[in-house]
């Protein structure tokens, strides 16, 4: 089950209101080209977003009940000797998975006024503004770009990866199945970036981070447990190396002097 509701776009005049005007169009072009009715179609769009693009798990009378796609894989339909079925529906679900890496299929919804609770967020992005590739050319070609003073961003649905360049630094996110409609900026002294998707809004620190300036981020957590094992572990050291100088001092082969004189120096290391 998909989060933020998805599970409510049951009905597919519902679900096909959600969808935007170039989506909806698709949606009643692929139903006339491979023959299905656009309450099927719809139903496998659901199923093809469910699988991320790349894979559907679907149950259909039109599709001969329930059945699988993956991409550049089998395709299986409940008539399993019905092969120019299986045609139909590999092709379906290959149109409808190029239709979502190549642009956002549902509406984003509105920000939410400061009155219903928001933070007055505001779009403050310029679409397709700024020239030159400054994102990582691994990606490829964006949906869509924006830039505002110092913060610019690039949406790229195939490769599901948001890029975002604050200041000169650019960082990379894995938008997950998220389609992103919009990017905006949160009024206010955090300045927080939000995005919508067919989920609402949701915020870019909800995003896992892939990479930071072409590097992979660090877990700050993990450093930081590392250096505490590594500390405790030095500790531990000198003080048993303390203990081993007291031996040798009480069995009178170090003088008091020397003894004293170790122990100072290992106690500096802490």
């Not at 329930?66 to 000797?81: A, E, H, L, R």
């Not at 081993?244 to 004189?261: R, T, V, Y």
Request: glycine share 12%; with cysteine; aromatic share 6%.
């Amino acid at each position: 089950m998909m989060p933020g509701g998805f599970k409510q776009r049951g009905q597919p005049e519902i679900f096909m209101q959600q969808l935007t005007p170039q989506s909806r169009q698709a949606v009643e072009n692929m139903a006339q080209r491979h023959g299905f009715s656009v309450d099927a179609v719809l139903s496998m769009l659901q199923a093809v977003i469910n699988g991320n693009g790349t894979m559907a798990q679907f149950n259909h009378p039109e599709f001969g009940g329930s059945g699988q796609w993956m991409q550049g894989g089998m395709t299986m339909v409940g008539d399993m000797f019905n092969n120019a079925l299986k045609s139909r529906v590999d092709g379906l679900c290959t149109e409808l998975s190029g239709l979502l890496a190549s642009q956002p299929v549902f509406v984003p919804p509105p920000s939410p006024s400061p009155a219903q609770g928001g933070s007055g967020g505001a779009s403050l992005f310029v679409p397709n503004a700024g020239s030159g590739s400054w994102w990582p050319s691994e990606l490829g070609t964006p949906s869509s770009t924006g830039s505002q003073n110092d913060i610019r961003y690039a949406v790229f649905p195939a490769a599901r990866r948001l890029v975002i360049e604050i200041r000169g630094h650019i960082t990379v996110y894995d938008t997950m199945d998220h389609q992103i409609g919009g990017v905006s900026q949160q009024q206010g002294g955090g300045a927080s970036l939000t995005f919508t998707s067919q989920y609402g809004l949701v915020h870019l620190t909800d995003l896992p981070v892939v990479s930071v300036n072409g590097s992979a981020p660090v877990d700050e957590r993990r450093a930081t447990s590392s250096a505490t094992v590594t500390s405790t572990a030095d500790e531990v050291s000198i003080f048993t190396q303390i203990e081993k100088l007291a031996d040798l001092q009480h069995k009178g082969i170090l003088s008091e002097q020397e003894f004293a004189a170790k122990k100072a120096e290992l106690l500096q290391r802490l």
